[in-house]
């Protein structure tokens, strides 16, 4: 099967004046297929939604290639530029600063398709506002047409967020943080919705979180990627990354998110794992060789402070990054 | 663990004025701190359990107003006193040096023109004046390096040279400094990222064993409140709904909304069951109905529960305390 979209060897890099530039992400290698979701779980500062940014074409990647339905996306004729803004959507974090305050919900949805579709009318505006509006769960609709954002509560913002972006009929949808700002209660449902719109219209996820549960949740049966210091480094199917985490990274946030274990959940048996240290250094002053070793408790003296480590595949499919896994034979 | 009440908040309400009318943030709500106890405040956004945590400091926003109830306080000399009562200047005594807060934006909480030390100086002369600035950074120091940082580094920065976590965890050593008897923490860990926040956690669990105070902490974050807490109190409409220890609250929650809270957080452990969510959306405050406030989105309701505010009760075991006709009672 084709892929929707192939990233190899990306890059990022930030410019600043009469400074060197900061490399945010670094050799980025990831595919998406159709109505596939890929989770990206990190810490905060690690370059995720940078990467998000990055696939939903808002920033240019420094270096790398980064193809969409099998076309370069930095070698777009203007037409193809067009279809590719209306197949990248973008989901906001804050669905109480990403909606317009004085625009009433109706043209919150009609504007996008007056400018992309050339619908015109209000006949042909209304069933199809209609159609969305049922599509992310705001019913009765005549209640929500004629609000404004500020009458609405955070969970039915971001519902009109959805639904403003489904109006493309994209093809992949970038969901930044989408749930951090709702509530628990709400939240269960949103991604509900999300996942029963991928059913209907076969659309993609790039879903970007600092919740591993709810990564674990939301991506179930699909990818699960982690993320430090810009850099992949673990990957694989979401079950299989959760039950048998690899890099010392992933066992460090696995251990720290599983709560209290005696009152949460009696049957994990996540093993706690600590780090050394307690910040992520600087992307100025990105370490040696892997970006973890100053706080790593199984590090390789004169291993890992000199070389990056490659990525590897442990199993079929499950790729980490660290020179624990490096298979005896293959050279350094 | 039986011990004297802290803090006892008794039947107080507060409203808000708004165009529309008077808005009840907090309804009715009792509740006790025991000292050396951490209780947690959970419940949704607008619930009302920042402002609550904020009345007892005395911050309420403009336009709220405590319309009710009272609030009280027992002195480190063994004396109560009604925090809603007292006199301004004496209740300013009390701030900081016996009841501290933490801000759920603990990222500006810092002068951002002066340097650390400076708020740590400040605090301190402003509640013992014949301190000296000497005395002042030792302790300074001592606490910094407590909370697991570099107290020469930290004491000399500016607030925007540190990050996120380490200004949390500065802020905490500021809470500390006066060894205050009730530290209120609004969101303690909501603006850290993972491994941070399990590094704090652990840390104010420590601090709690050390320095023997009482927490409250406002959050909406499950996990901590498992790892953090002795007692939860559940919030809904303004409205406190369930009170458990800790363990169970998790195991056998009593209040449908309580339940319903669990049964939506995802978890980690490798079967997992299908997540529910409470249908329906929270109600609005300014609309009082007679019944429970839940009943809208209770599936348990009867039409008893939506004509009448359901009491406290207490339960069996005299463990639980809930607002329910209906609750879960069996295993």
Same mark, same amino acid.
């Given at each position: 099967? !084709?892929?929707?979209?192939?990233? #190899?060897?990306?890059?990022?890099?930030?410019?600043?004046?009469?400074?060197?530039?900061?490399?945010?992400?670094?050799?980025?290698?990831?595919?998406?297929?159709?109505?596939?979701?890929?989770?990206?779980?990190?810490?905060?500062?690690?370059?995720? @939604? %940078?990467?998000?940014?990055?696939?939903?074409?808002?920033?240019? +990647?420094?270096?790398?290639?980064?193809?969409?339905?099998?076309?370069?996306?930095?070698?777009?004729? !203007?037409?193809?530029?067009?279809?590719?803004?209306?197949?990248?959507?973008?989901?906001?974090?804050?669905?109480?600063?990403?909606?317009?305050?004085?625009?009433?919900?109706?043209?919150?949805?009609?504007?996008?398709?007056?400018?992309?579709?050339?619908?015109?009318?209000?006949?042909?505006?209304?069933?199809?506002? %209609?159609?969305?509006?049922?599509?992310?769960?705001?019913?009765?609709?005549?209640?929500?047409?004629?609000?404004?954002?500020? #009458?609405?509560?955070?969970?039915?913002?971001?519902?009109?967020?959805?639904?403003?972006?489904? +109006?493309?009929?994209?093809?992949?949808?970038?969901?930044?943080?989408?749930?951090?700002?709702?509530?628990?209660?709400?939240?269960?449902?949103?991604?509900?919705?999300?996942?029963?719109?991928?059913?209907? %219209?076969?659309?993609?996820?790039?879903?970007? @979180?600092?919740?591993?549960?709810?990564?674990?949740?939301?991506?179930?049966?699909?990818?699960?990627?982690?993320?430090?210091?810009? !850099?992949?480094?673990?990957?694989?199917? %979401?079950?299989?990354?959760?039950?048998?985490?690899? #890099?010392?990274?992933?066992?460090?946030?696995?251990? +720290?998110? +599983?709560?209290?274990?005696?009152?949460?959940?009696?049957?994990?048996?996540?093993? @706690?794992?600590?780090?050394?240290?307690?910040?992520?250094?600087?992307?100025?002053?990105?370490?040696?060789?892997?970006?973890?070793?100053?706080?790593?408790?199984?590090?390789?003296?004169?291993?890992?402070?000199?070389?990056?480590?490659?990525?590897?595949?442990?199993?079929?499919?499950?790729?980490?990054?660290?020179?624990?896994?490096?298979?005896?034979?293959?050279?350094? | 663990?039986?011990?004297? &009440?802290?803090?006892?908040?008794?039947?107080?309400?507060?409203?808000?004025?708004?165009?529309?009318?008077?808005?009840?943030?907090?309804?009715?709500?009792?509740? *006790?701190?025991?000292?050396?106890?951490?209780?947690?405040?959970?419940?949704?956004?607008?619930?009302?359990?920042?402002?609550?945590?904020?009345?007892?400091?005395?911050?309420?926003?403009?336009?709220?107003?405590?319309?009710?109830?009272?609030?009280?306080?027992?002195?480190?000399?063994?004396?109560?006193?009604?925090?809603?009562?007292?006199? $301004?200047?004496?209740?300013?005594?009390?701030?900081?040096?016996?009841?501290?807060?933490?801000?759920?934006?603990?990222?500006?909480?810092?002068? &951002?023109?002066?340097?650390?030390?400076?708020?740590?100086?400040?605090?301190?002369?402003?509640?013992?004046?014949?301190?000296?600035?000497?005395?002042?950074?030792?302790?300074?120091?001592?606490?910094?390096?407590?909370?697991?940082?570099?107290?020469?580094?930290?004491?000399?920065?500016?607030?925007?040279?540190?990050?996120?976590?380490?200004?949390?965890?500065?802020?905490?050593?500021?809470?500390?400094?006066?060894?205050?008897?009730?530290?209120?923490?609004?969101? &303690?860990?909501?603006?850290?990222?993972?491994?941070?926040?399990?590094?704090?956690?652990?840390? /104010?669990?420590? /601090?709690?064993?050390?320095?023997?105070?009482?927490? /409250?902490?406002?959050?909406?974050?499950?996990?901590?409140?498992?790892?953090?807490?002795?007692? =939860?109190?559940?919030?809904?409409?303004?409205?406190?709904?369930?009170?458990?220890? *800790?363990?169970?609250?998790?195991?056998?929650? $009593?209040?449908?909304?309580?339940?319903?809270?669990?049964?939506?957080?995802? $978890?980690?452990?490798?079967?997992?069951?299908?997540? =529910?969510?409470?249908?329906?959306?929270?109600?609005?405050?300014?609309?009082?109905?007679?019944?429970?406030?839940?009943?809208?989105?209770?599936?348990?309701?009867?039409?008893?529960?939506?004509?009448?505010? &359901?009491?406290?009760?207490?339960?069996?075991?005299?463990?639980?305390?809930?607002?329910?006709?209906?609750?879960?009672?069996?295993?």
């Amino acid at each position: 099967m !084709k892929n929707l979209l192939e990233v #190899h060897h990306l890059s990022k890099d930030f410019q600043h004046k009469r400074q060197p530039p900061v490399s945010i992400l670094q050799e980025i290698q990831l595919q998406l297929g159709k109505g596939q979701t890929l989770c990206v779980v990190g810490e905060s500062g690690c370059g995720k @939604t %940078t990467l998000g940014r990055v696939l939903a074409g808002l920033l240019p +990647a420094t270096t790398g290639t980064y193809s969409f339905l099998g076309k370069d996306v930095t070698r777009l004729s !203007k037409k193809e530029k067009k279809e590719f803004r209306r197949d990248v959507q973008l989901i906001h974090q804050n669905p109480y600063e990403s909606l317009n305050p004085t625009t009433m919900v109706f043209d919150i949805l009609a504007n996008p398709l007056r400018k992309h579709k050339k619908m015109k009318t209000i006949a042909e505006l209304y069933p199809e506002v %209609t159609r969305l509006l049922e599509l992310v769960g705001l019913t009765p609709v005549s209640d929500f047409v004629d609000k404004y954002p500020s #009458h609405l509560s955070g969970g039915q913002r971001q519902r009109v967020s959805i639904a403003r972006v489904l +109006a493309m009929d994209p093809k992949l949808i970038v969901v930044d943080e989408a749930t951090s700002m709702i509530d628990t209660s709400l939240r269960i449902n949103l991604l509900k919705t999300l996942q029963e719109i991928q059913e209907r %219209t076969n659309v993609s996820y790039f879903f970007i @979180t600092h919740d591993l549960a709810l990564g674990r949740y939301f991506a179930q049966n699909q990818q699960l990627m982690v993320m430090y210091l810009g !850099k992949i480094i673990e990957k694989g199917q %979401t079950e299989e990354l959760i039950g048998q985490p690899l #890099h010392p990274y992933t066992k460090a946030i696995l251990s +720290a998110a +599983a709560g209290n274990k005696g009152l949460l959940d009696e049957s994990s048996e996540f093993e @706690t794992y600590v780090l050394g240290g307690t910040d992520i250094p600087s992307f100025t002053q990105i370490p040696q060789g892997c970006p973890l070793h100053p706080r790593c408790p199984q590090k390789i003296e004169g291993l890992c402070d000199r070389l990056r480590p490659p990525e590897i595949e442990s199993t079929t499919g499950h790729y980490v990054a660290c020179h624990l896994y490096r298979k005896s034979d293959s050279p350094l | 663990m039986e011990t004297t &009440p802290l803090l006892e908040i008794e039947n107080l309400s507060i409203s808000f004025k708004t165009k529309r009318g008077y808005l009840k943030a907090v309804n009715d709500a009792s509740l *006790v701190i025991h000292e050396h106890e951490s209780v947690a405040l959970i419940g949704e956004s607008g619930c009302g359990k920042t402002t609550l945590s904020t009345a007892i400091v005395d911050i309420l926003p403009l336009g709220a107003r405590v319309t009710e109830g009272e609030i009280l306080y027992k002195q480190s000399d063994g004396n109560t006193v009604d925090l809603l009562t007292l006199k $301004k200047k004496k209740f300013r005594t009390l701030l900081w040096s016996q009841i501290a807060m933490m801000f759920q934006a603990s990222q500006s909480s810092f002068n &951002p023109v002066k340097k650390v030390r400076m708020d740590f100086i400040d605090a301190a002369k402003a509640h013992h004046p014949r301190m000296t600035e000497k005395e002042i950074l030792k302790k300074s120091e001592k606490l910094l390096t407590l909370v697991m940082l570099d107290a020469e580094r930290v004491l000399n920065a500016y607030p925007h040279e540190l990050s996120g976590g380490m200004k949390q965890r500065a802020l905490l050593a500021l809470a500390l400094l006066l060894e205050p008897k009730l530290v209120i923490l609004d969101e &303690p860990t909501t603006a850290l990222d993972l491994l941070t926040q399990e590094k704090v956690v652990a840390l /104010l669990n420590e /601090l709690k064993e050390e320095f023997s105070f009482s927490y /409250l902490f406002v959050t909406h974050d499950l996990s901590i409140v498992s790892e953090l807490a002795d007692r =939860v109190v559940t919030m809904y409409a303004g409205r406190i709904i369930e009170t458990a220890p *800790v363990a169970s609250f998790f195991q056998q929650p $009593k209040h449908p909304y309580s339940r319903g809270l669990i049964d939506a957080m995802p $978890k980690l452990a490798l079967e997992q069951g299908e997540l =529910v969510s409470i249908p329906g959306t929270p109600p609005d405050l300014i609309e009082q109905t007679s019944g429970c406030p839940f009943a809208p989105r209770c599936h348990r309701k009867s039409s008893l529960c939506t004509e009448q505010m &359901p009491p406290m009760t207490t339960s069996q075991d005299s463990q639980h305390e809930y607002a329910c006709w209906h609750p879960y009672l069996g295993v």
